[in-house]
């Protein structure tokens, strides 16, 4: 059974940091491309940044460009996502998914508030 377990969000003032984790089972995340995506309240998905399988290329949207960075650990089976210099719109429930299957977890909220 596949399931995308995503975790460490929370509430950050603006210029705070956050990382998040994904831990997969089911499947070999290196074997596919993988990606954050995430949702505004009242606002279409949108996605953040994908991470392909094997090479490790990374690509990210412009809006988090500089300050979010996407990794992950094949020996843990897990997916990050590193939040920097936090924006208040960057708050949302934040999804880790499988591209090629659309898998995706249940979501970690990330609140930037001052």
């Known amino acids: 059974e596949v399931q995308l377990v995503e975790s460490g969000g929370g509430l950050v003032q603006p210029g705070g940091s956050l990382r998040l984790s994904c831990a997969a089972s089911?499947?070999?995340?290196?074997?596919?491309?993988m990606s954050w995506v995430r949702q505004a309240p009242g606002k279409e998905l949108e996605w953040v940044s994908r991470i392909a399988p094997y090479s490790g290329v990374t690509t990210y949207a412009d809006s988090v460009k500089g300050r979010f960075t996407i990794s992950r650990d094949n020996n843990k089976n897990t997916l990050y996502l590193q939040l920097n210099n936090l924006k208040i719109d960057d708050t949302g429930m934040y999804y880790c998914?499988?591209?090629?299957?659309?898998?995706r977890g249940q979501g970690t909220q990330v609140t930037v508030s001052s």
């Open positions: 998914q499988r591209d090629s299957r659309g898998d």
């Open positions: 089911g499947f070999t995340i290196n074997y596919y491309g």
